[in-house]
């Protein structure tokens, strides 16, 4: 359906006109940096360019006070003694004759933007804009924020097109305060922000940033802040955020729209934010939202003063946005201890509002004690506080090359084998005709009985041939449909085939009456996870058995709290989700599991259906395997006690070995962590795994 870019050469126009050491990082060239960067990788060319309107006084009115907009525009004749004197009234502010003109072209193109969106004109997009928004207030600019944007965007969804539940992901390296402000009694937009806090002693420095701020009246629950309290943290922290934070309480709350304050000084590199996580952490964090409010995902930018890293950022937002797969993601995927207490911390404050978090634990967490004391401000850190990791910044490598995006995205293909299943697929997605050589595939076939007939063959081969493109580079993604009987010995042969083709990681997501393949290595190369009968089992790290959940909640917190943890700390080259006989999914369950798959494989996601699978299913799969959003699971219903417990027991299991699943801080689930082998109770112990 496509994605908007909406920008005016206008909003260059505004820049500090005197010296301010804290204001100057904000600047015209934050705008073409970014746009340049769009340019040359191909990513502008690809969306709908749409030219940024002045949005209305009545506009502005929505959230800002008359006096408030009345000083603003009239700041358009001051001279700059006087623009100095006022802008010296407000923390981290300048204003500029062009100062009004900007910010209201700034919230002309979110407007715009959200518009075009809501009337279905393109799915998503990104708003690149001039002064930034969300520290501006009612009745103030703040934080080189002089209109809030994205907070009169979330009004105008609201009054202009009816909507009742708006997510607003504010993923700038500072607290929105001003758009708190405005929403915090406001049970339809739920606000997000994580920030660096460091206790308090960071900008904008307010008790209300912390954790414990969760909203007040019929609005409590409905602002979430995640404070970071050390400085360095990276791609593993941002992600561990939005699974074990952000995402469950999403999903609970079902929006219809999701805004983001698509700040990037929470980027490495930037000076601000001093975070490590990569370009391409913003790639999977979007990916992420997009699974949500049906993928109508409206960007908006905010900060980010690292030019290259601003621009870098902005170009995997976009690449995203346009349905490409997310780049793999560099570094160890571990959460550093500050990280978790942070995660934990906000659970135990929102819990008492979300289901979705009840099925933590949540005992509270000593964390450092708390620095605020009644007087105000903490005592300033000294240089070099904490830092989350002392990863050595790879910052300059990483920013040597001119252009860091892999080539141009290579096409799904669907391999089916039913000839009667006729597809209504995207039109750039091809129906695969190839198939392996006969010798080659009934070499393969050879050692299972359930190959020997023709079908299973056909279907043999195309999945070989499938394979080797995928594992080559020629294809992104694909679908082999096979006959019921003959599902398991083709997943079988598809993992020999993948190991024998190089592959170092595999993940192998199987649902319903699957058996592990009985000579699988075990050398870690390959990661078994079978969704399925009733146990819970983890045979070793390499092997775990759960439950299928009956219920939503726990269907989610199954994705969520296992599946991608486990997944994106696998990091495998390759996924194979095989929906195995009984696997008992519906068509948005299966989409869902399946579209989020392809965040920790760079998109490399191969899906084994039945034959005898519903055209719809092939269809849904074959849309968000190309990058369309996952259609939505409808409301929200909570985990089954049983599944709960299930999930509680493999993650307290798995949690030593596998870090991206920690929500608990170590000393708190060490009670949790049982051995390996026979100490395993056996009512837990999946039927048929060995
Ligand atoms: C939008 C934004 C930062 C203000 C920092 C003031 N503002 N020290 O990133
Ligand atoms: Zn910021």
């Given at each position: 359906m496509g994605t908007a870019l909406v920008y005016h050469e206008d909003m260059t126009a505004t820049r500090l006109l005197w010296d301010d050491p804290e204001c100057e990082i904000e600047r015209p060239e934050r705008l073409t940096a970014a746009l340049d960067r769009l340019r040359k990788c191909g990513l502008e060319q690809r969306c709908l360019r749409l030219s940024a309107r002045e949005a209305s006084e009545e506009e502005l009115g929505l959230v800002h006070s008359p006096e408030y907009v009345s000083l603003v525009r009239e700041t358009q004749v001051l001279g700059k003694e006087e623009l100095q004197a006022l802008s010296g009234q407000f923390d981290a502010i300048y204003f500029h004759p062009s100062t009004f003109h900007c910010a209201r072209l700034a919230v002309g193109a979110a407007l715009q933007l959200l518009d075009a969106v809501l009337t279905g004109e393109v799915q998503n997009g990104l708003a690149l804009v001039r002064p930034p928004g969300h520290h501006s207030q009612r009745a103030a600019a703040s934080g080189f924020c002089v209109f809030n944007n994205v907070a009169i965007a979330a009004a105008h969804a609201k009054q202009k097109h009816g909507l009742h539940r708006i997510l607003i992901v504010d993923w700038d390296v500072h607290h929105g305060q001003g758009t708190q402000y405005l929403f915090e009694d406001d049970p339809s937009v739920l606000y997000f922000s994580w920030h660096r806090y460091e206790h308090g002693r960071f900008w904008p420095f307010l008790r209300e940033s912390d954790a414990d701020a969760v909203g007040r009246g019929q609005g409590l629950g409905f602002t979430v802040n995640l404070p970071w309290n050390q400085v360095g943290m990276g791609n593993a922290d941002y992600v561990a955020a939005f699974l074990h934070l952000l995402l469950p309480l999403a999903f609970e709350f079902d929006p219809e729209l999701v805004l983001v304050s698509a700040g990037f000084d929470s980027a490495i590199g930037d000076p601000e934010g001093q975070m490590q996580a990569t370009p391409e952490c913003f790639a999977h964090l979007t990916q992420l939202l997009q699974v949500l409010a049906g993928g109508r995902v409206c960007a908006v930018l905010e900060g980010g003063y690292h030019l290259e890293s601003l621009a870098e950022s902005v170009c995997m937002t976009v690449q995203t946005l346009l349905g490409d797969p997310a780049p793999p993601l560099s570094g160890p995927m571990v959460p550093c201890q500050s990280a978790l207490e942070s995660i934990q911390s906000v659970c135990a404050a929102q819990a008492p509002h979300w289901k979705s978090l009840q099925l933590q634990d949540v005992t509270p967490v000593q964390t450092s004690p708390s620095t605020h004391s009644s007087e105000g401000r903490p005592p300033p850190l000294l240089p070099g506080g904490p830092v989350c990791k002392t990863a050595a910044s790879a910052l300059s490598s990483l920013f040597d090359q001119p252009c860091l995006h892999p080539a141009p995205p290579v096409c799904p293909a669907v391999a089916l084998t039913a000839p009667d299943i006729t597809l209504v697929l995207p039109p750039d997605v091809t129906q695969q005709e190839g198939s392996a050589l006969n010798e080659e595939t009934e070499a393969w076939a050879k050692p299972h009985e359930s190959l020997a007939q023709d079908e299973a063959l056909t279907a043999l081969g195309k999945l070989l041939y499938l394979l080797d493109g995928m594992l080559d580079g020629q294809v992104s993604s694909?679908?082999?449909?096979?006959?019921?009987?003959?599902?398991?010995?083709?997943?079988?042969?598809?993992?020999?085939?993948?190991?024998?083709?190089?592959?170092?990681?595999?993940?192998?997501?199987?649902?319903?009456?699957?058996?592990?393949?009985?000579?699988?290595?075990?050398?870690?190369?390959?990661?078994?996870?079978?969704?399925?009968?009733?146990?819970?089992?983890?045979?070793?790290?390499?092997?775990?058995?759960?439950?299928?959940?009956?219920?939503?909640?726990?269907?989610?917190?199954?994705?969520?709290?296992?599946?991608?943890?486990?997944?994106?700390?696998?990091?495998?080259?390759?996924?194979?989700?095989?929906?195995?006989?009984?696997?008992?999914?519906?068509?948005?369950?299966?989409?869902?599991?399946?579209?989020?798959?392809?965040?920790?494989?760079?998109?490399?996601?191969?899906?084994?259906?039945?034959?005898?699978?519903?055209?719809?299913?092939?269809?849904?799969?074959?849309?968000?395997?190309?990058?369309?959003?996952?259609?939505?699971?409808?409301?929200?219903?909570?985990?089954?006690?049983?599944?709960?417990?299930?999930?509680?027991?493999?993650?307290?299991?798995?949690?030593?070995?596998?870090?991206?699943?920690?929500?608990?801080?170590?000393?708190?689930?060490?009670?949790?962590?049982?051995?390996?082998?026979?100490?395993?109770?056996?009512?837990?112990?999946?039927?048929?795994?060995?």
């Open positions: 694909g679908i082999v449909a096979t006959p019921p009987s003959a599902a398991a010995a083709t997943l079988d042969v598809a993992i020999q085939r993948g190991l024998s083709h190089g592959a170092q990681r595999l993940l192998c997501v199987a649902l319903g009456q699957l058996d592990r393949p009985p000579d699988l290595v075990h050398d870690g190369r390959i990661l078994w996870l079978n969704i399925r009968g009733k146990e819970a089992a983890a045979l070793s790290m390499f092997q775990v058995s759960t439950p299928l959940p009956v219920l939503t909640g726990g269907f989610l917190s199954c994705i969520l709290g296992l599946v991608l943890p486990l997944a994106y700390g696998f990091q495998p080259e390759l996924v194979l989700v095989a929906l195995g006989p009984a696997h008992g999914l519906q068509g948005p369950h299966a989409a869902l599991l399946t579209s989020m798959l392809r965040g920790p494989a760079g998109g490399r996601v191969l899906a084994l259906l039945e034959e005898d699978s519903t055209p719809q299913l092939a269809g849904i799969l074959a849309r968000v395997l190309h990058g369309e959003a996952p259609p939505s699971l409808g409301p929200y219903s909570v985990a089954s006690p049983e599944d709960t417990q299930a999930l509680r027991y493999l993650r307290g299991q798995l949690e030593p070995q596998w870090k991206m699943l920690q929500v608990t801080s170590e000393a708190d689930c060490r009670g949790m962590a049982l051995p390996w082998g026979p100490a395993l109770p056996q009512s837990l112990v999946g039927r048929g795994v060995p």
